[in-house]
């Protein structure tokens, strides 16, 4: 695009100062809001954050090469700049504009993929089938807000074939926003839970703001929904798009059967809707992935990808994403698997249940958990009830960790079929010295906690001193 058409497009001011740039100058290179990814001809927009302002950050773009800065007000510096009232949101309108063009060039075709877990695990299943299939876009790690997304959508070029938008949020409007900068051919939830529960204000609200995936879908489009999930399915009456189903029941057009869990990853038998089976051998660790498993063969499916092509893409997946159920360590037959990245009160629950199916009979399990957060008024109780499911599935040690969580700890001990499986430490240098010392040949120890409490460093710190 030229630099009047990006001005344009952002609806900001161009000032070419004293560069030798005009309006008619070309603009070929990458968008990024971290001066430390930009490199020669590429935009550098100066978001401002919640603890520092990339306009401080403009001269280290420039130095690495940012050809344009779009800044919220004008920089002694040497280099084309669109001034704008917004960063965010002049981001997310050049992304609009250049998804608009490239559809117009034809061939584009675009999936959004939401739910309260489970995001991440799909598109990269989905990435995985399509990119054998044509040139695939997807987000890097977790970019599924009102920047990354729509820095993954500026990815695109004439010759991409899909865009896999992964979009998440933290209040009701933002996935419609997200949806709007896209417009997907194919919308996917994958479950309304908990996550995020405390800035949305409940999961009523939570299934309002993930109902925003479908409710936007023109007639032409494909609402891909969880069968297994009232809160997912009631989403058909909100959506013109056709619905197509997933889900373990009877109800989906997508279904697995046959679902086995083991160490060694997870078999199933996929049915698509055409009616063709195939046995799975799924190397991602636990059963809850299967059902993202089915998303992302759902999707593949509308797009005319066929079963083997699925089935082989699928196995060939060792693992979720980086620290989601990253199987590490392995001397002295200790196994350390690190989902520390996130964690909901479903996707705790969920890892919970697989540390204690895959263990083999006699075989000690640890659970190392750390907090759950955004839970608002629903963090205590939701951290009670894991304590307890522990407690259940008779995990053979628990270590908590952190004041945030302490009440898992404190659960255990009121619970009173436990005698000493539950200990308590306030940080993760306490907890790793403990388990180090601690942990015995042959165990199995699971470390599962939000990004913010820090756990998955832990995770990799047990990993290597047990590799």
Request: cysteine-free; glycine content about 10%.
């Amino acid at each position: 695009m030229t630099l009047a058409e990006i001005a344009a497009a952002v609806g900001g001011e161009l000032r070419t100062g004293a560069t030798d740039a005009t309006g008619d100058t070309v603009i070929s290179g990458a968008s990024h809001t971290d001066s430390r990814e930009v490199g020669p001809g590429d935009i550098f927009f100066a978001k401002r954050g919640e603890e520092t302002d990339g306009h401080l950050f403009a001269p280290a773009a420039v130095d690495n090469g940012a050809v344009v800065l779009v800044v919220e007000h004008a920089l002694e510096l040497p280099v084309v700049q669109i001034v704008v009232a917004d960063t965010v949101e002049a981001l997310g309108a050049l992304a609009t504009e250049v998804i608009r063009r490239v559809r117009a060039a034809g061939g584009l075709r675009i999936v959004g993929i939401t739910g309260s877990n489970g995001k991440t695990t799909t598109k990269n299943l989905l990435r995985a089938i399509l990119e054998r299939q044509g040139a695939t876009i997807a987000a890097r790690a977790s970019f599924n807000n009102e920047v990354g997304a729509p820095l993954t959508m500026l990815e695109v070029g004439v010759d991409t074939r899909y865009l896999v938008a992964e979009m998440g949020a933290s209040a009701i409007g933002e996935i419609t926003r997200l949806v709007r900068m896209a417009m997907p051919d194919i919308g996917v939830v994958l479950k309304v839970g908990l996550a995020h529960a405390g800035g949305f204000g409940g999961i009523e609200a939570t299934q309002r703001a993930k109902t925003e995936m479908v409710s936007d879908l023109p007639q032409t489009g494909v609402a891909v929904l969880n069968a297994d999930d009232p809160r997912v399915a009631a989403m058909a009456d909100a959506t013109e798009a056709r619905v197509v189903w997933f889900g373990l029941g009877p109800a989906a057009s997508v279904r697995a059967d046959d679902v086995a869990v083991s160490a060694r990853g997870t078999t199933f038998t996929l049915h698509l809707a055409s009616g063709d089976s195939r046995p799975v051998h799924f190397r991602v660790l636990g059963e809850h992935h299967v059902m993202n498993a089915l998303a992302a063969a759902a999707v593949a499916e509308e797009w005319g990808v066929g079963i083997d092509d699925i089935v082989e893409a699928l196995e060939s997946v060792e693992i979720a994403e980086r620290w989601r159920m990253e199987v590490m360590g392995g001397r002295d037959g200790v196994t350390i698997i690190n989902d520390a990245y996130n964690a909901s009160p479903d996707s705790m629950s969920a890892a919970i249940k697989t540390l204690a199916q895959i263990a083999e009979p006699g075989q000690r399990t640890i659970a190392v958990l750390g907090e759950m957060s955004e839970l608002g008024e629903y963090s205590g109780e939701e951290h009670d009830r894991i304590g307890l499911l522990a407690v259940r599935l008779n995990v053979s040690q628990l270590v908590v960790v952190g004041p945030a969580a302490r009440r898992m700890h404190i659960s255990t001990i009121n619970e009173g079929s436990w005698d000493g499986e539950s200990t308590y430490v306030e940080t993760t240098d306490a907890a790793f010295e403990l388990l180090r010392d601690s942990i015995r040949p042959g165990d199995l120890v699971l470390v599962k906690s939000s990004n913010s409490a820090g756990l998955r460093f832990l995770g990799d710190r047990l990993g290597e001193s047990f590799s």
